[in-house]
């Protein structure tokens, strides 16, 4: 696979990473608001998969156009939730303190958790953590968030690296946690980026065809 990179808003990404195998950017997308008919950039997102595992865990979705899976929660539920690795690249393009994004996933994560029933102290306290994490950061552009989710045990690594700064990382192992999560960035019509969302039903649909 060639090594140049693919620009996602004038955000370059590269087109694979590498972790305990290759995973392919297989979506892109961003977030953003409209201020007065503006429209203002956020992040940058690119999500990285296996196309093999796609093809395994989700072969019942074969033969769907990208406009049938863009509109299927169920199938981002079962991308979500499967046990394939995933690789969640978040791009800074807008400058924001890091606790005004930390307390944007608190909410996301919280408020899922609490409408499954599984807001227990382990929880909040693994997503104080998280939460931790993010507090003293700022987030200069082109500072880089990275969710690495492992296929299995339900951990998932989280990175930043910011301008002259060698990358930190935090380990999250609370399996509920990690599952909101992902389903922050890939719950179809609640996911954060619905620019992503169409972005990934599109590929993962040639993928599955």
């Known amino acids: 696979m060639g090594t140049e990179m693919v620009m996602v808003h004038e955000v370059p990404f590269p087109p694979q990473i590498i972790t305990s195998k290759p995973l392919s950017l ?3 997308g961003i977030t953003d608001i409209e201020i007065h008919f503006l429209q203002v950039k956020f992040t940058a997102i690119g999500v990285y998969l296996d196309p093999s595992d796609v093809k395994t865990h989700l072969d019942k979705w074969k033969g769907k156009t990208g406009k049938d899976l863009a509109g299927d929660d169920d199938f981002f539920d079962a991308l979500a939730s499967g046990e394939i690795e995933k690789v969640i690249r978040v791009v800074v393009i807008k400058e924001i303190k890091g606790a005004q994004y930390g307390v944007q996933l608190e909410n996301a994560v919280r408020d899922r958790l609490a409408a499954e029933d599984k807001y227990e102290e382990e ?34 690594e989280i990175g930043f690296e910011t301008e002259g700064k060698e990358e930190e990382k935090l380990k999250v192992e609370n399996a509920n946690v990690v599952g909101m999560m992902q389903k922050w960035y890939l719950s179809g019509s609640r996911g954060v980026s619905p620019s992503t969302i169409v972005s990934l039903a599109d590929s993962l649909s040639a993928v599955l065809t």
């Open 26 to 28: 297989l979506g892109q």
């Open 123 to 156: 929880e909040e306290t693994e997503l104080e953590k998280v939460v931790g994490f993010f507090q003293s950061k700022y987030f200069k552009t082109h500072s880089i968030i990275t969710y690495r989710f492992s296929a299995k045990d339900g951990i998932c």
